[in-house]
């Protein structure tokens, strides 16, 4: 089992940036949890894949929306996945879910994410 745990949402300005961070704990090693992702979810609307990144961070992909203003990081030792968020808008208004997934395959597919945190809201004021 991997447990996922969000930090660092909250409100911000439109034009502004944020962070969000995802602590991994569990079984983490190997295939487990290689894929980890970033979706969010505004209210009345479908579960969107944002950002997903391999263990090795050598792959990296977003969701079309983003247009360069985020991007995904990690870091291994502490088994933490960061999504830094820029030019922000009220449209990225929403709750943003860690996701994983075992293997080595790069999905975007919600359902192929095995491992969900609790989310965290990220509001942006215009």
């Known amino acids: 089992q991997v447990q996922l745990v969000e930090s660092g949402g909250g409100l911000v300005q439109a034009g502004g940036s944020l962070r969000v961070s995802c602590a991994a704990s569990?079984?983490?090693?190997?295939?487990?949890?290689?894929?980890m992702g970033w979706f969010r979810q505004a209210p009345g609307k479908e579960r969107d894949f944002v950002a997903g990144?391999?263990?090795?961070?050598?792959?990296?992909w977003y969701g079309d929306f983003v247009k360069g203003r985020f991007t995904i990081s990690r870091d291994n030792a502490k088994n933490t996945v960061y999504l830094q968020m820029s030019r922000l808008n009220a449209e990225d208004t929403a709750v943003y879910y860690c996701?994983?997934?075992?293997?080595?395959?790069?999905?975007?597919?919600?359902?192929?994410?095995?491992?969900w945190g609790q989310g965290t809201q990220v509001t942006v004021s215009s």
């Open positions: 996701a994983a997934a075992d293997g080595y395959v790069l999905v975007r597919a919600a359902g192929r994410y095995a491992y």
């Open positions: 990144i391999t263990r090795s961070g050598g792959n990296t």
């Open positions: 569990g079984r983490t090693v190997g295939s487990y949890a290689n894929v």
